[in-house]
């Protein structure tokens, strides 16, 4: 039970509240009031229940749906069949966000990334440039670049992997394509924030299951980095910084799952790994591997 005040009554008192339907008792007048719905203008209104609206579709999302059950018949059949006659103008928008929330749902990403990714999509679709090009391709890079603006980036083989079939080289490029023309639509450079290193470090070390130690020094060898002149890609360096705090530990990871969970080739790790290699007493912490097990292990 909890306290509030009864409309009825006028004055705080104990209620008891039915979860299974949705009520709310007064224990001294036994009122049976129906728990109130928000949506997004923060109304109370209780009878506005559902869904709250969308902006990006036609009628805002608050159409309704017939349904013809199994069995239906007569004017609730028919009115069902009518409505499934008619053209929804929201149809192709509607599986097109559904696709993208399911994409979304696989990796973990929050509603905001997902609507950023719908508003995307839907300045795209408007502008009638899309046909003719891979639809799995526009969707996964819309949700590509709601990431980056975000300020949550994933990798294009993060995207890939729940793209349904399209290639990282197809979502590359549908990325450079949607980029181009938004920009082109808003006579401005388009902002796509900026992605380091540590963005994709914790979920590397993730998949690698490396031990929150290893974690740790990971990072702070990323943050040092940071301090370097070093132009290389956010991606590689964190694949990097993995690799020679792996160097300098008891368990080892072998490149070749490091280039597996990263997305990033083993000649260009080594790459990146080799432009470290020369700050390594530097950037590996102290309290991890002291400087001079750094160099022994190194010289292995």
């Given amino acids: 039970m909890q306290k509030t005040v009864c409309p009825d009554c006028r004055r705080e008192v104990d209620i008891v509240v039915d979860h299974a339907a949705g009520d709310t008792v007064c224990m001294e007048c036994g009122l049976l009031r129906m728990e109130t719905f928000s949506d997004d203008s923060g109304s109370n209104d209780p009878v506005r229940v559902g869904g709250p609206s969308n902006p990006l579709l036609t009628d805002g999302g608050l159409s309704t749906t017939i349904s013809r059950g199994n069995g239906s018949q007569g004017d609730y059949a028919a009115l069902g069949k009518w409505q499934n006659h ?22 973990g990403l929050v509603s905001t990334i997902k609507d950023r990714a719908d508003e995307i999509y839907k300045k795209v679709e408007d502008m009638k440039s899309i046909r003719g090009r891979s639809q799995d391709a526009i969707l996964a890079a819309c949700l590509y670049i709601a990431c980056r603006q975000e300020d949550k980036p994933r990798t294009f083989k993060e995207i890939h992997s729940v793209a349904n079939g399209a290639t990282k080289k197809e979502i590359g490029r549908a990325t450079n394509f949607i980029v181009k023309r ?6 401005k450079s388009m902002s796509m924030g900026s992605i380091h290193a540590g963005d994709f470090l914790r979920r590397f070390c993730s998949h690698l299951g490396m031990t929150n130690q290893a974690v740790r020094a990971a990072t702070d060898t990323v943050k040092k980095v940071e301090e370097l002149d070093i132009r290389k890609s956010p ?14 530990s008891e368990d080892k990871k072998p490149l070749k799952e490091i ?4 997305g990033v080739a083993e000649a260009t ?5 080799n432009y470290l290699r020369p700050h390594a007493t530097r950037l590996v912490p102290d309290w991890y591997c002291k400087p001079e097990d750094v160099k022994r292990f190194l010289a292995q």
């Avoid at 280039?259 to 990263?262: E, G, K, P, Y």
């Fill in 86 to 107: 008619g053209t929804n103008p929201d149809r192709a928008l509607l599986l097109a966000f559904k696709t993208i929330g399911t994409m979304a749902d696989r990796l």
């Fill in 259 to 262: 280039s597996r969970v990263a």
């Fill in 235 to 248: 991606i590689s360096i964190a694949a990097a910084a993995i690799y020679m705090i792996s160097q300098v």
């Fill in 269 to 273: 790790i080594k790459n990146s790994f």
């Fill in 182 to 187: 938004l920009e082109e639509e808003m006579g």
